[in-house]
């Protein structure tokens, strides 16, 4: 700006102008910078909504609309990042300000603090990977360094959890090795029954897959079901039950709530068949003297 008014008032003499000519020239600059900045952010951001909202309508599936999802907070803090970096660079220049010794500085500032900072340049690094190899997206369900819940937040640096009892879990990405997500395309019901040594095995095996069965003609579960019951049959002999399981595919996210309008069902049906639930029990022999 100052450059632009040197040029203007050629032979008047630019240094002959008063100090508050001077003061209020740059003011303008850097109010003319960041008036800049903040159209160059709203445009950046009616942009990204723009091309948010085309790839959300193209999405093939909710799997594809939830990466878009995640991919959209990072694309905004990153364009916020770079808008405001040059916003602030120019701003050091209009006060006259050279930005070549804060670059320096700042090069050898980076290499002294990289070596303490390196589970930061880690959690950047693992976030960016996590983010192109599609492994965490927003409100999936997943497992990772030691907490468990949905997604509610995923950046370059952490990844923000809430769980079951409404709790927030912050997880810095440098700690994150293995990744269990529950919510990809599909999951399996997995749900088992201890009966006692007396019921009989054939009895107990038609109950609970036709109760299951059944369970998938009610008009609260349709599309809760992704194929037919699988029975494993006996899957662990105790001293006092005989357990029994059987397994269901159904979309991801619903394992749970299916399970329990399973456990629900067979409670009841296993009344109706007269088919006794597994007590624990002890029996104790007494041996007489006599």
Request: no cysteine.
């Amino acid at each position: 700006m100052e450059v632009l008014l040197m040029e203007s008032f050629g032979a008047l003499g630019w240094e002959e102008v008063p100090v508050w000519v001077h003061l209020a020239v740059q003011a303008l600059g850097i109010l003319i910078i960041i008036v800049v900045a903040l159209i160059a952010r709203a445009v950046m951001n009616r942009l990204l909504a723009s091309l948010h909202k085309r790839l959300q309508a193209r999405a093939a599936n909710g799997e594809e609309k939830k990466r878009i999802d995640t991919l959209d907070r990072i694309f905004n803090y990153v364009s916020s990042v770079v808008i405001i970096l040059l916003a602030v660079m120019l701003v050091m220049g209009e006060l006259g300000l050279s930005i070549a010794p804060f670059l320096a500085a700042a090069g050898v500032v980076g290499i002294a603090v990289s070596f303490g900072a390196q589970s930061l340049v880690k959690d950047y690094f693992t976030g960016l990977v996590m983010l192109l190899e599609n492994q965490i997206r927003q409100d999936d369900y997943i497992e990772v360094g030691g907490k468990a819940g949905s997604v509610e937040e995923v950046t370059l640096r952490y990844v923000r959890l809430r769980d079951g009892e409404g709790a927030v879990h912050y997880v810095p990405n440098s700690q994150i090795t293995t990744v269990t997500n529950r919510s990809r395309e599909f999951a399996y019901a997995v749900v088992e029954v201890s009966v006692s040594y007396d019921t009989p095995l054939d009895q107990a095996f038609e109950v609970i897959k036709k109760t299951a069965d059944l369970l998938q003609t009610r008009p609260d579960m349709a599309g809760k079901f992704l194929g037919e019951t699988e029975m494993f049959g006996v899957t662990q002999l105790s001293e006092a039950m005989v357990t029994i399981r059987i397994r269901v595919k159904v979309p991801a996210g619903d394992q749970w709530g299916v399970k329990r309008e399973i456990l629900g069902a067979l409670k009841t049906a296993l009344q109706q068949a007269n088919i006794h639930m597994a007590l624990p029990q002890r029996i104790v022999r007494t041996i007489s003297n006599d």
